[in-house]
């Protein structure tokens, strides 16, 4: 078996001519992951990544410059696998052709090129998972891409299922390709890593991930092998260093097999007005689990400042009834339930208690968990991947990951039509008791947050996380879908009265 790829370096537009940036510059806006509105955004070339032995998978990774986005070190970046083949004449643009992603033909003054998305061409999954994990094939007849496909209709990211990838522990594979990349260690890397390591068996197992080098390895013109790496804990796993990577590009899971999205496995289930009440419980105990197993693998975080959380809470607020007319009659519902929240936390500190702070999802709702017959698994730790990644990883409030799966099932209520009243508010008292049970277990007599707050405090903390949530939902529908502002609208309504 060959070791795993080295991956290559060079600054700016290095291997790819002006012709194939104009190209992309055309190209970029209409895809579903790009960022930003295209409108005066302009793509400046940061660097570009090739991978050893492969001469036509080219990535480059591009700075967006525009109004209002951030500059230097904070820019946004976009990575862009392609795969550049030497050709007579242009290709036709066909099904099949687009199928394979075509992007375009081009000539240039060292002849004409065919210009694929290497986000659907085979070539460039091979170079990915190579970089990531040891192999002995080469793209034509490789084994592990029998029946490798892209997952179609994702937003942010590509990600590709290997089904014949072997590993430590079985067979399959999950490809995913982070369209933006953050200066940094990327949380979708180093959570369900350090994961795996801790032996937690809800996150599908980690195999790997594909680096830049780090800082002191250049990015310079053929900077050499970054820090690639086989299965976690593997025998010259070099993920761990001082420096860390100054980015991931790809990171490598085992494929759960017979698996179902949780947010499409809900809405089935309201559809017929089933009882989703088992499948919620099982969730939150999954989730209890896994709020234990991030403080025990990553460490606990702060505790938690009352006045500057309930300053987040009312400027938020704030916001989401200037942009939101019809939120106005919740205003003072919304300003009582958090002075009554600001009270308790104030109380809670004056009595020299802390309500402390840990790693979580940060983003977590029903679409993030897939069931299978043999459970729940969390995925996809990346947050918001346009944010810093330093906001992205901060310690936050267990509860929060709670409000986001009650808000979430309260989605999968709307979009299955449930005709059952009492589907969605069952499904989410199931959840809690889940979540519940687990964690006086786990953190021994404490309440959800993982700390010995009252009852009281802790119901007050979870209506007002989840209240803002729902304000945020009600912006976001507001500017985006107009038509389902009802759904978090009525969620306001609920948790108020």
């Not at 197992?205 to 900077?223: H, K, T, Y």
Request: glycine fraction near 10%.
């Amino acid at each position: 078996m060959s070791p795993a790829r080295p991956v290559h370096v060079s600054p700016g537009a290095a291997h790819l001519p002006p012709e194939v940036l104009r190209l992309l510059d055309t190209w970029l806006p209409a895809q579903r992951w790009y960022p930003v509105p295209a409108e005066g955004v302009t793509h400046e070339p940061w660097l570009t990544v090739t991978f050893g032995g492969v001469a036509d998978v080219v990535v480059a990774l591009l700075r967006l410059v525009g109004p209002g986005l951030a500059a230097g070190d904070e820019s946004l970046v976009i990575q862009v696998p392609l795969v550049l083949t030497p050709t007579a004449e242009p290709e036709a643009d066909t099904p099949d052709t687009e199928a394979a992603g075509l992007i375009g033909t081009v000539t240039t003054a060292s002849g004409t090129a065919t210009v694929h998305d290497g986000g659907v061409h085979p070539a460039a999954w091979h170079a990915y998972f190579t970089a990531a994990l040891p192999a002995a094939c080469e793209p034509e007849d490789c084994a592990e891409l029998r029946g490798a496909r892209r997952i179609s209709g994702e937003q942010s990211n590509t990600s590709v299922v290997l089904p014949a990838l072997p590993h430590a522990t079985g067979r399959g594979g999950m490809l995913k390709i982070l369209r933006t990349v953050a200066l940094g260690p990327h949380p979708d890397v180093v959570i369900p890593e350090a994961l795996t390591r801790a032996g937690w068996d809800g996150v599908p197992r980690f195999l790997g991930a594909v680096e830049l080098p780090a800082p002191g390895a250049g990015p310079g013109p053929d900077a050499g092998p970054a820090p690639s790496a086989g299965p976690a804990g593997s025998p010259g796993d070099s993920r761990s260093g001082a420096s860390g990577p100054v980015a991931h590009l790809a990171v490598l899971s085992e494929l759960v097999h017979e698996a179902t999205d949780g947010f499409e496995l809900a809405c089935a289930y309201a559809a017929r007005d089933e009882d989703f009440g088992e499948r919620a419980a099982e969730l939150g105990a999954v989730v209890a689990h896994l709020h234990a197993a991030l403080r025990e693998a990553l460490g606990p975080g702060p505790a938690l400042e009352p006045a500057g959380f309930m300053g987040v809470l009312r400027r938020r607020a704030a916001e989401a009834f200037a942009d939101v007319p019809v939120l106005a009659p919740h205003r003072a519902g919304v300003a009582a339930l958090y002075d009554a929240l600001s009270a308790r936390l104030s109380a809670v500190v004056e009595h020299g208690d802390v309500v402390p702070l840990q790693p979580i999802h940060g983003d977590l709702h029903l679409g993030q968990a897939l069931w299978s017959p043999d459970g729940w698994k969390v995925l996809d730790f990346e947050g918001e991947p346009q944010r810093p990644v330093s906001e992205r990883t901060a310690p936050d409030l267990p509860l929060r990951d709670v409000a986001g799966l009650l808000r979430s099932l309260d989605y999968a209520a709307a979009v299955g039509q449930a005709t059952d009243p009492h589907w969605v508010s069952h499904a989410q008292i199931s959840f809690l008791e889940g979540y519940r049970e687990v964690q006086s277990r786990v953190v021994g007599g404490a309440t959800a947050t993982g700390s010995p707050l009252d009852v009281g405090t802790a119901e007050l903390l979870l209506r007002s996380l989840t209240v803002d949530k729902a304000l945020y939902e009600v912006v976001y529908e507001f500017r985006h879908r107009p038509a389902w502002t009802h759904i978090p609208l009525a969620a306001v309504d609920r948790v108020l009265t």
